[in-house]
């Protein structure tokens, strides 16, 4: 789970660059169907993983997180990404509450709600638009956690990133400036962008699903703030304050409880 959050958020710190030439939902959408030609050219999946309940059941999964990438990245243009992590969060929250069987779980989960709530600052924007793209986007996080459990039993989600990048293609055209010319530059950046943010830690968290389940996944994802708050400090120079520092303190009891 480490390593997915340090992918992402290298990945994320790439796609600023891209904010600057193409909208935010369309670097999703790059950022997504980049990703299913890697790993479709990786796993090489058969014809029959892309009809019937596997292709239905992975093309699920594939909107599931294309949804949740385009409602992030529309959040984060509008409002502070502290902010944007904080309420996404509520969808795994949710999901790991659902599963929950003892006073223990709902006692990390309490910490874990808390943890993420401080370290982001729990910042109020006036951006209604902004506020409604995240709780958007953790919706679609709660999705992409119970779907991608079903994933994790063999389906490839390069097959759901495929039908996800396929059956939105005309929107994601209807979005392309008309006046930008795609560059060698711009295709590496986007490349890079879904190798870092999706090819690999979309993977990863296969191999976390197939280990935990959706419940412990769900809550283990408390750890992509503080993954979060390291590359941040690193590539972007956002050093933590003295709240975010107790934000971090909780999650990481959170997660020590839940184990």
């Not at 280990?211 to 993954?227: K, N, R, T, W």
């Amino acid at each position: 789970m480490v390593a997915s959050g340090v992918s992402l958020y290298l990945g994320a710190a790439l796609a600023v660059g891209l904010f600057g030439i193409l909208p935010p939902s369309l670097v999703a959408w790059f950022r997504v169907s980049g990703a299913a030609v890697m790993l479709l050219l990786l796993a090489r999946p058969k014809p029959a993983a892309f009809v019937g309940r596997p292709g239905l059941r992975a093309a699920l999964y594939g909107l599931a997180t294309l949804t949740m990438n385009v409602a992030f990245y529309e959040a984060i243009a509008r409002i502070p990404m502290g902010t944007v992590v904080a309420i996404e969060f509520l969808g795994p929250v949710l999901v790991a509450a659902w599963g929950s069987r003892s006073a223990r779980d709902w006692i990390a989960l309490v910490l874990a709600g808390v943890g993420v709530l401080t370290l982001s600052g729990a910042a109020i924007s006036d951006s209604a638009v902004g506020v409604a793209c995240a709780l958007a986007a953790g919706g679609a996080w709660a999705a992409y956690i119970l779907l991608g459990s079903r994933m994790a039993n063999g389906s490839p989600i390069g097959v759901g990133f495929f039908w996800a990048g396929l059956l939105t293609a005309p929107l994601a055209w209807s979005l392309w400036p008309s006046a930008l010319s795609p560059t060698v530059s711009m295709a590496g950046m986007i490349a890079g962008l879904a190798l870092l943010s999706a090819a690999i830690p979309y993977s990863l968290d296969q191999k976390v699903l197939r280990i935990a389940g959706p419940s412990v996944f769900a809550l283990l994802q408390a750890i992509l703030p503080v993954v979060a708050a390291v590359v941040g400090a690193v590539a972007l120079g956002q050093w933590l304050s003295v709240a975010e520092v107790i934000g971090i303190g909780l999650v990481v009891c959170a997660v020590a409880l839940r184990r």
